[in-house]
T-cell receptor, first 113, second 116 residues
Framework: AQSVTQLDSQVPVFEEAPVELRCNYSSSVSVYLFWYVQYPNQGLQLLLKYLSGSTLVKGINGFEAEFNKSQTSFHLRKPSVHISDTAEYFCAVITRGGTALIFGKGTTLSVSS | GAVVSQHPSRVICKSGTSVKIECRSLDFQATTMFWYRQFPKQSLMLMATSNEGSKATYEQGVEKDKFLINHASLTLSTLTVTSAHPEDSSFYIC????????????FGPGTRLTVT
């Protein structure tokens, strides 16, 4: 079975500071990896995904993530955050050929001025 | 492209009544749709997977007689919460995947259900 661990439940940062949201996964088979963002009372929006190829993937809103197979990690980064980045961020995995997304518990990113 | 809508966005119903939530893929045909439940400050829990024209596959612990799922067309899936109780109050989110690309899901905006 697959599982996803988001190591930080809350990450407070100041505007224009860099941020890293950590995600580790466990799986005995190859997986695809995703980061989603959720604004209050809204659905999920895909930030970026790793399917194959380059381990550094770039997404929307200036976010990027790096897939590290040996560390089974897929950390999300942004070099300079904005107030508007305040939201809940979810890491998710799905096995290749599977249909069920497994989500982490989420990380609340709070950006203040 | 790949837009998913949900209706209603918010619904309040009395205990014991049933409520239907619709999930539509607006610009693509979705052979597979998914229903999730999200409790406050928590992650999404998959409730069931529905394939057009066949019975939904429910996750362990989800009561299929309470949460009725119908996927009658390639663009519409419905979730009916029957005999709702206050503990059914939650945020329900659907998603849909493109044919042949099951790993990539597009999420609806969610429905906030409050049972009084």
């Amino acid at each position: 079975a697959q599982s996803v661990t988001q190591l930080d439940s809350q990450v407070p940062v100041f505007e224009e500071a860099p941020v890293e949201l950590r995600c580790n996964y466990s799986s005995s088979v190859s997986v695809y990896l995703f980061w989603y963002v959720q604004y209050p009372n809204q659905g999920l929006q895909l930030l970026l995904k790793y399917l194959s190829g380059s381990t550094l993937v770039k997404g929307i809103n200036g976010f990027e993530a790096e897939f590290n197979k040996s560390q089974t990690s897929f950390h999300l980064r942004k070099p300079s955050v904005h107030i508007s980045d305040t939201a809940e961020y979810f890491c998710a995995v799905i096995t290749r050929g599977g249909t069920a997304l497994i989500f982490g518990k989420g990380t609340t990113l709070s950006v203040s001025s | 492209g790949a837009v998913v809508s949900q209706h209603p966005s918010r619904v309040i119903c009395k205990s014991g009544t049933s409520v239907k939530i619709e999930c539509r893929s607006l610009d693509f045909q979705a052979t597979t749709m998914f229903w999730y439940r999200q409790f406050p400050k928590q992650s999404l829990m998959l409730m069931a997977t529905s394939n057009e024209g066949s019975k939904a596959t429910y996750e362990q612990g989800v009561e299929k007689d309470k949460f009725l799922i119908n996927h009658a067309s390639l663009t519409l899936s419905t979730l009916t919460v029957t005999s709702a109780h206050p503990e059914d109050s939650s945020f329900y989110i659907c998603s849909a995947s493109l044919p042949g690309i099951s790993y990539e899901q597009y999420f609806g905006p969610g429905t906030r259900l409050t049972v009084t």
